[in-house]
């Protein structure tokens, strides 16, 4: 069936540096994709989302960057700080497969001091 | 006060026991989900509910009942639970907007089955 996945699984960045986190999804029909971030003992709290007829979207230090062509979606963190430390979930989400979300397996980020 | 919540948070119980999980929310939203989380792994889907009197199958159902008493609450049942079904336990919420995606998250619930 159609997934979404991710190319690292850990991702250890020094304090005050940038994060890259990637995510490769297969269902061309996806029109809606979220991060999530998800620390220790907790739900997964949203952070940033785009629609599929956008390629970039900003927030307070996140960026999301979708690339259709190869179904590449990526989250940057800028200045990454140690409460940024925690795991990463990348979401789809297509009307067409009745408007639910499919998780990817989740990237954790440990922030060095 | 938080806006979805979860109880127990954390379960411990025997093969071939019946287990209810519930789920309430204050977000005044019509949808709701039940998913579990696996170590190193990311949500699956078990059941969803778009409204009181819709369920529907997610990727994994099967060992697994749901009941959408109202809008604001959404449970889950293990008839017969097995060691297989020890994870952590997450309801959500959405709106029904059409750029109402987002998910909104409760806490967890952490079920062991010995």
């Known amino acids: 069936g159609e997934s979404v996945g991710l190319h690292l699984p850990t991702l250890s960045v020094q304090e005050g540096d940038n994060s890259i986190i990637n995510c490769a999804y297969s269902?061309?029909?996806?029109?809606?994709f979220i991060w999530y971030k998800q620390e220790s003992g907790k739900g997964p709290q949203f952070i940033i989302d785009?629609?599929?007829?956008?390629d970039k979207r900003q927030g307070q230090r996140v960026t999301v960057l979708l690339n259709k062509t190869v179904k590449h979606l990526s989250l940057q963190i800028a200045a990454t700080q140690p409460g940024d430390s925690a795991v990463y979930f990348c979401?789809?989400?297509?009307?067409?497969?009745?408007?639910?979300?499919?998780f990817g397996g989740g990237t954790r980020v440990l922030v060095k001091p | 006060d938080a806006d979805v919540t979860q109880t127990p948070r954390n379960r411990i119980t025997k093969t071939g026991k019946r287990i209810m999980l519930e789920c309430s929310q204050t977000?005044?939203?019509?949808?709701m989900y039940w998913y579990r989380q696996d170590p190193g792994l990311g949500l699956r889907l078990i059941y969803y509910?778009?409204?009181?009197?819709?369920?529907n199958k997610g990727e994994i159902s099967d060992g697994y009942s749901v009941s959408r008493q109202a809008q604001a609450k959404f449970s889950l049942s293990l008839e017969s639970a097995i060691p297989n079904q020890t994870a952590l336990y997450f309801c959500?919420?959405?709106?029904?907007?059409?750029?109402?995606?987002?998910?909104?998250f409760g806490p967890g619930t952490r079920l062991t089955v010995l």
């Open positions: 269902n061309s029909a996806s029109d809606y």
């Open positions: 979401a789809e989400n297509s009307k067409a497969a009745g408007n639910k979300l499919t």
């Open positions: 959500a919420t959405s709106d029904t907007g059409e750029w109402s995606d987002e998910q909104f």
């Open positions: 509910s778009f409204d009181v009197k819709d369920i």
């Open positions: 977000k005044g939203h019509d949808r």
């Open positions: 785009i629609r599929s007829n956008m």
